[in-house]
């Protein structure tokens, strides 16, 4: 790292990317070096020093799950496919859905990344769970735990991963005919092709998880639950369209996001009227407009912040740009306006302006009442952000709110996982949060 005394030199037959080179690089042993310094290497790794967790690399440290990096890569720098396969399935049950869709903060959180682009530990992982998988080991554990998990989306599906894996009995409830929940339905094949959802379902499935599905259970049928299993986990995600409120929501030709995608999927595909407009700037507005543009129809994104401010994925983004999207920033849709045969023919919008950054950081944008403009529409699709049943369950259940520890308990032998508990997240968030809860039943169980 631009040493004074020596240059490093890696011998890569001796390599294992085991990390331990971390603990003697002169920018983060001795970041006091850097004083003074910019425009080198050392001086752009130094602030890092006092970063993290100090025992773990900060690619482990940023992975909800605690996935051992280092070691998968080192496998396959080895070309051990299948050992690396081995380390991933120590803590991640969905190697295949999540070298697709996971949204990798450790990549973001790669020392290199301040320097170079860093290592695409996403599709290496990708690459890494092709390789055939081993048979479930034995239970490690002797949890006696039967637990009944509603939900079988991430969040569930990792926790009765666990459960079983330790012993424990888990049967997962799921209202759709399909296990996997938006991996099932609302992330679309051509990002999470089906086949790999597929693979790690049956390997679930092979740890003796039972699947029940096509029950929608109601706060009743979670009560009788209770009294059958020693735990339930609440797993139900957030998968309802946060409705916008415009005049002129229920026109023909106007869809909800989650709606749109959940129909393109599982039903016939709707059949849209070009030009398809598009509201909204995150994963559910991508998603649906690169459905729409599947169709051969002309598609714009209209979004009310800049690029910069977009939840969405910049590389979704790019991918939808590449595909056709067309985009247009700083518009606040105000209303929907009727055509012939009361069905949607524009979508009218104000322009916005940047105001200053909130204490969060955060730019709002307002709307200007003098830029009115009207945006020609066939159909238009409103993807303004996702909801969950919490009040629902919370008041079915006697409960004063759905907010559980930070193990996801709200009462005895009763936890919440997912979206559910957090709000809409990601894949690999509500992952983590069903092996807490799993992991604090059996605690729970054995004491
Ligand atoms: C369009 C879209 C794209 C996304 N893209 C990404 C991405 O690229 N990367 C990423 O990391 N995350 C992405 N996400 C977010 C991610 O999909 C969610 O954070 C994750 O699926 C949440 O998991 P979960 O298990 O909590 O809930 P869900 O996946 O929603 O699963 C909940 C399950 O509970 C079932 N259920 C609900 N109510 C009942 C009931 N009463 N009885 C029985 N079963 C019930 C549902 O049928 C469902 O199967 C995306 C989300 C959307 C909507």
New binding site residues.
Partial sequence: MEGRTHVPLVNEALCGVCGICRGACPALASPDLAEGETGTMRAALAPQATQGNEDLAPCQDACPLGQDINGYLACLAKGDQQGALEVILRDNPLPSVLGQ???HPCQQACFSATVQAPPSIRDLKRFAAQAPRPEPAAPQGTAKAKVAV????????AAAWELARNGAQAVV????PM??????W??PDF?LPRIDLQRDLDYILAHGVEFKLG????PEDVAGLRDDYDAVIL?????QAKRSGLPGEDLKGVWQG?DF?REAALDCPPQLTAPVVVVGGG??AL?AARVALRQGVAVTLAYRRDREQMPA?AE?LEAAEAEGLKLVYRVQPVALEAGEGGAVAALKVLGTTPGQPAADGRVAFAPDPGDERRMEAGSVILALG?QS?ADAWASGLGLDNLQGDAQGRLAPGLYL????QTG???????MA??IKAARAIMEEVRS
């Avoid at 797993?235 to 998968?239: E, K």
């Avoid at 996982?417 to 559910?420: I, K, M, N, T, V």
């Fill in positions: 869709v996971c949204h509603v939900g079988a989306g991430p969040a569930g599906l409830y799921d209202a759709q296990a996997g929940g938006m991996l099932a609302a992330i990002r029950q929608a259970l109601t797993a139900c995600g957030a998968p989650l995608l994963n559910v998603d994925y979704e996702q049943e996982a997912g979206d559910l809409p997240a990601t894949v690999v968030e509500a949060g069903g």
